[in-house]
DNA sequence: GAGCACTGC
């Protein structure tokens, strides 16, 4: 104590420690000189208080002294808006169970509004910790990564994070950064997220479908447990709804730390975009000053595209207008890894000394708009569109499709201007139409995707009505429907909708149903090594590159591994070939292979066999030199994906099975001999309609493996369902045939037993008989003989 | 004869 007295650094110290004996109902806790948390009573603190912790000569986590790091970060975090809040913060979340934030970028609620939780809970004496939820991998990482940075502890320890693949996690942990779909895989197995006293949702209004579900859920859980606390948060205005769902929820609005951006605006409409974007772009380079430019496209393709116009045009202006030289550089997700790092490269140095500045020009996808944050951006050009995802129930079908933005993307796309310094963002619309045609908000994810895996996942988190499940947007009752048929035919739901043993299984895999009971099946057929290394393949990108300059080359490395069965084979065949290669990043690059994409599908297989493994799944292979070796795995992914089959019809084109729609195989599809019947993994819509990843199936398997959804009578009519029908037809002469046989076989053992019975028993009593006289016989003999 | 916006368990 007296330490901290002598201190005129720890000023309110001693105030703090003063208010917090007297909480301690007047208790001595001298000793507090070691741990300022002394001070702290759980759920009752002040800022103040919580400030003088802080500032205490030792770390009340670790009980020792705080580094001169410590101090000089401390200094930087007392500047950020949000400390500003923090007694408003602390106030709110005393009295309520809900509390909605609203901060803008730069305002600081990622990292200190956990930690205020943390010094408000105490969740190291209480026992139960703090969880803070990030839609994405990275974030969880490099936010648990500054936090315990922040409060100078070894991440990992006190402060750790949890994502898939990688737990960072341990014993001492108070603090946890976890993406919301791992904290969704916990509840699976404790409904009531027990371990955790508060939880806090981050990045809440980006509306991911596992952020979505996660709010639904967290409204049920404290509903029941009162005594947890909920804080959520988001960048946008749009908190009122966000306060409505949570009951009312009070809301705090911490302002942001972002420089300002101005908007210009089209005063026609444009007629293409693309070209549009490009004369832009140079026409910036051109009279705008210094300052790097962020292009929002659409797709690969279309980036590609523009970067080889602006490297043609920009050199034009470059010797006609005297400007500064020009870096482009494309940037999307597949981009190799390398590549992407370009985008920190700086902008290229005058021809001259004190000629016109150089300047970067990024051309990206909507990863620039939330998931990868590049600095020295002044200048935005916004087109307005961005590729989206879209689910249609009726064809069962999720696909891509170029969309108008949102009023709020287009904010977040603008927004990247002005991280730096003071930016212009070019929206490539007229501002008409930004007021009257784009929408408030982008469609949530829960409104636009396949729920097959989520309403499984909600079955397991033991909430049943899904009809009325409590959700921000609720999901049109058809997808709801669509999804409780799929899980259905997969006997992952009984009929009345409850899980079954097969669905407990499924929903312990982290992949699509298909492929869980894909590999639930392959036990029955002793294929499940295999199968795990199929659905592994399949739940990770296109392993396949196709770069435009070598098309050719790729499709005969390709033509290597082909299998005649079809592309789930060719799949297993890149796997297998993958695992005995030497030297796994230079043999993909030899065979145009993404090392990605197949070092992430070795890492889900490892995932999967464990899951197996936990639930008692063994690990089988058949004899490679069997017959029934590849049979037997296609028969196992014919008992996932009996209800995506395609058959050849007359006119040589391909009919989807009950759904009867008109589907091309793929061209990159390795069953250039168009088998009769196939299974596909997806269903691909573009201009045309491809179904792609297909292998070639017997048509009876489906009658057998699937006979539940190969009821023939309500299905359309069409070629497929003919050959089905007779199929059945023969099956059911054969088995009829057979049972007659059996049943004439029956009797007749029948009949020649009590044949031979009888006979026997004939003969027995024969010898019976016959031994009985010869007894007798011998009897009066020896009768005669005595009388003798 | 053609694509894969972006996440995530």
Redesign the pocket.
Known sequence: MADIKNNPYLAHMHDAMDEGAAYNNGSTSTKGTNSAFDALVPGKTTAAQQEAAEEALHNGLTGRSFSQKYKDILAKRRELPVNKQRQNFLDLIHNNQFVVLVGETGSGKTTQIPQYVVLDMLPQIEGKIIACTQ?????AMSVAQRVAEELDVKLGQEVGYS???EECTSSKTVLKYC?D??L??EAMSDNMLSRYSAIILDEAHER???TDILMSLMKNIASKRRDIKVVVMSATLDSEKFQKYFNDAPLLTVPGRTFPVEIYYTPEPERDYLESAIKTALQIHATEPEGDILIFL????EIEEACRLLRARGDDIIRSANCGPLLIVPL???LPPNMQQKIFEKAPEPRTKGGAPGRKIVVS???AET?LTIDGIVYVIDPGF????VYNPRVRVES?LVSPISRAAAQQRAGRAGRTRPGKCFRLYTEKSYNNDLIEQTYPEILRSNLG?IVLQLKKLGINDLVHLDLMDPCAPEVLMRALELLHYLGALDDDANLTPIGHAISEF??DPQLAKMIISAVEYGCTNEVLSIAAML?V??V?L?P?EA?RAA?MAKAEFAHMDGDHMTLLNVYHSYKSSSEPSQWCWDNFLQYRSLKSADNIREQLRRVAVKNNIPLLSNNFSSPEYYPKIRKALTAGYFMQVAHLERNGQYLTVKDNQIVLL???SVLERKPEWVIYNEF?L???H?IRTATEIKPEWLLEIAAHYYELSNFPPCEGKRILEKIALRNAIVQDEQERKKRKKEKKDKESKEGKEGKDKEKKEKKEKKDKKERKEKKERKEKKEKK
């Open positions: 839609p994405r991998r990275v974030a994502i898939r693949f993406t779909g791992m969704l895989r991911t479908l596992n659409t797709g690969e393709e999307y997700s597949t996808t909507n990863v998931s961005s590729k989206q995802k891509l895996s982290p992949i739940s990108p296109n396949f196709r435009r098309q499709d793929h061209p990159s691909v573009t201009k045309r491809y």
